[in-house]
T-cell receptor
Framework: NAGVTQTPKFQVLKTGQSMTLQCAQD?????MSWYRQDPGMGLRLIHY???????DQGEVPNGYNVSRSTTEDFPLRLLSAAPSQTSVYFC????????????????FGPGTRLTVT | GESVGLHLPTLSVQEGDNSIINCAYS??????FIWYKQESGKGPQFIID?????DKRQGQRVTVLLNKTVKHLSLQIAATQPGDSAVYFC????????????FGKGTSLLVTP
């Protein structure tokens, strides 16, 4: 299994440009999420999904859109990039169900480092 | 606001010694506490979790202790190795928040020979 994959690894955007960060997982996980990590900070939840067709907002959703048309893929869209969105973005996935220990064992991708100038 | 925090931003230990990384939390509604390890340039990797109804859990070379009285969590790494050098994050999952994890800022562990 490849686990959680993210593309691209690095991206530079100009203010106002749009782009999509790709995330895919091959573990048949229902739960997927996007976090951003800023220097010296922990990870902050942007959006998440508990299954195909279901998405919801996390702690810092402004400026980002998501959709979930398949179990495997969970892309993150930046509609109009701003310098404040310069960050490292991580996608994560985990199993769903009644077992809480499986829920919190989230598998993270390698990250996308985004710079907005 | 921040409800999961770490006592020290950096920790330096000698190879072979035991490491203890501490974390404080403020929310009594937390259901699970989790430790993640993040190596440079990589995504966080799950290490161990503990449910709020437990006070100790052991894994391979790691032990997590939970003190609910003082709302304190610690990760102990036995016989620390150079490969343990990384940033360690504690995170909490609250019973009513579904799958969302609330992360602390992280402690950087440096293992010296």
């Amino acid at each position: 299994n490849a686990g959680v994959t993210q593309t691209p690894k690095f991206q530079v955007l100009k203010t106002g440009q749009s782009m999509t960060l790709q995330c895919a997982q091959d573990m048949n996980h229902e739960y997927m999420s996007w976090y951003r990590q800023d220097p010296g900070m922990g990870l902050r939840l942007i959006h998440y999904s508990v299954g195909a067709g279901i998405t919801d907002q996390g702690e810092v959703p402004n400026g980002y859109n998501v959709s979930r048309s398949t179990t495997e893929d969970f892309p993150l869209r930046l509609l109009s990039a701003a310098p404040s969105q310069t960050s490292v973005y991580f996608c994560a996935s985990s199993s769903t169900g009644a077992r809480g220990d499986l829920r919190v064992r989230q598998y993270f991708g390698p990250g996308t480092r985004l710079t907005v100038t | 606001g921040e409800s999961v925090g770490l006592h020290l931003p950096t920790l330096s230990v000698q190879e072979g010694d035991n490491s203890i990384i501490n974390c404080a939390y403020s929310n009594s509604a937390s259901d699970y506490f989790i430790w993640y390890k993040q190596e440079s340039g990589k995504g966080p990797q799950f290490i161990i979790d503990i449910r709020s109804n437990m006070d100790k859990r052991q894994g391979q070379r790691v032990t997590v202790l939970l003190n609910k009285t003082v709302k304190h969590l610690s990760l102990q790494i036995a016989a620390t190795q150079p490969g343990d050098s990384a940033v360690y994050f504690c995170a909490e999952n609250r019973a009513n928040s579904g799958y969302a994890l609330n992360f602390g800022k992280g402690t950087s562990l440096l293992v010296t020979p």
